[in-house]
């Protein structure tokens, strides 16, 4: 991971224009199911904030590629999930992962819809909450709701953390007289 973030981020320093495509992309790889699994694309997108925290680029076109991105990569699992319905649990990656799976089944028990938001934020639901989404019959509209309310929300809180890292780093720097 550390090689990743260092790729992205010397990538992001100098061509920060780049970074709503960046940052789209990433999200998409975080909302995929079963992609998410594989790309650490949360603290990519936290290392991208942190950039922001120094000016390399404006924060707005970073949250609104990672919320775009977000939208698209959990539409497209809440579509295989509507698509392939309980057939897609038979996945070697999902069996593997049956504690996440149990998890994020018990959270559209309790939550229902609203369930979508959390998956944005609950790292080990992320690859499977929009798949029950689909298979739960929310529909695409109704899905579409929440989603994007997540999206947002997730895209905003995840940047902002890392720039507040980065923010807290250059203040101790500072104050160190580093």
Do not use: K, Y
Not at 111 to 119: K, R
Not at 162 to 167: M, T
């Amino acid at each position: 991971m550390d090689g990743a973030a260092l790729v992205v981020t010397e990538f992001l320093a100098a061509h920060g224009g780049a970074a709503p495509f960046v940052a789209l992309a990433l999200a998409i790889a975080e909302t995929v199911a079963f992609l998410s699994v594989f790309i650490p694309a949360t603290a990519l997108l936290m290392a991208a904030g942190a950039l922001t925290a120094t000016g390399a680029f404006p924060f707005l076109p970073l949250w609104a590629g990672a919320a775009a991105g977000a939208v698209i990569g959990s539409t497209f699992s809440w579509w295989l999930g509507r698509r392939f319905g309980p057939r897609i649990l038979a996945a070697r990656i999902l069996r593997a992962n049956a504690e996440a799976v149990a998890r994020a089944q018990a959270l559209f028990d309790r939550w229902g819809a609203a369930a979508i938001v959390a998956g944005h934020f609950i790292g080990p639901l992320r690859p499977v909450a929009f798949l029950f989404a689909g298979m739960s019959g929310v529909g695409f509209w109704r899905f579409q709701c929440w989603n994007i309310l997540g999206a947002v929300a997730w895209a905003f809180v995840i940047p902002q953390t890392g720039a507040l890292g980065g923010d807290l780093a250059g203040w101790f720097r500072q104050f160190l007289g580093l």
